[in-house]
């Protein structure tokens, strides 16, 4: 009798064990369609700041910030470029619209292949302030959109520079800091281009 008594405990505490082991499944399910659904600017960077935390690199946020931060730059510049192409009526807007297309594509790539190397998590999409940005954006055409679109090139470009400057200059990522470094002169002849474009639809 104490032998079966024993072999049914067994038996309990088995399917219990498997029970366990079931529901740990299901959470780790959960947490990988999260982990999907974690393309947005804010989420790439809380993304970060967690996997950060867990290697216990504090000196590594700063330059995490700034990949994600120039990504979602990058997204920005390409899919303004575009409507510049499209919905601009001056023919130098239209042209700085396609170099924009075509450079920030070119370091988007760059830096994507440069995050991939540093485990770090970029935006797939743009953060909600830039998309408004391009919604407001969109619904102007002509000489409206010319005006409105360089005067935003020129203020982001200004931005921008700082950005990879300070990068450039107080980054902790070798490989990062180079990356900034070799797009400041980029980024300020995009601004020179900018404003040579600002300076024929001002009325």
């Not at 982990?35 to 700041?49: L, P, Q, V, W």
């Not at 935006?123 to 407001?136: F, G, R, Y």
Request: proline fraction near 1%; aromatic fraction near 4%.
């Amino acid at each position: 009798m104490k032998n079966f008594t024993k072999l049914i405990l067994g038996t309990i505490m088995i399917t219990a064990a498997a029970c366990s082991g079931s529901g740990s499944k299901s959470a780790s399910d959960t947490d990988t369609t999260k982990s999907a659904m974690s393309n947005s600017t804010d989420a790439a960077i809380d993304s970060n700041k967690k996997e950060l935390a867990l290697k216990d690199s504090t000196e590594l946020k700063d330059d995490a910030k700034f990949v994600v931060t120039a990504a979602n730059g990058g997204m920005l510049e390409v899919t303004l470029g575009k409507l510049a192409q499209q919905k601009a009526s001056s023919a130098a807007v239209k042209e700085f619209g396609m170099m924009m297309v075509t450079d920030h594509s070119k370091a988007n790539d760059e830096l994507k292949a440069l995050a991939g190397s540093k485990v770090i998590t970029i935006p797939a999409i743009l953060s909600n302030d830039k998309q408004k940005d391009v919604e407001d954006m969109s619904k102007l055409s002509g000489a409206e959109f010319d005006q409105k679109y360089i005067d935003y090139m020129v203020k982001d470009h200004k931005e921008d520079i700082d950005e990879f400057k300070k990068e450039a200059s107080d980054g902790k990522d070798a490989e990062i800091k180079a990356f900034a470094s070799k797009h400041v002169p980029i980024l300020q002849h995009h601004l020179e281009a900018a404003e040579k474009a600002q300076a024929t639809v001002k009325k």
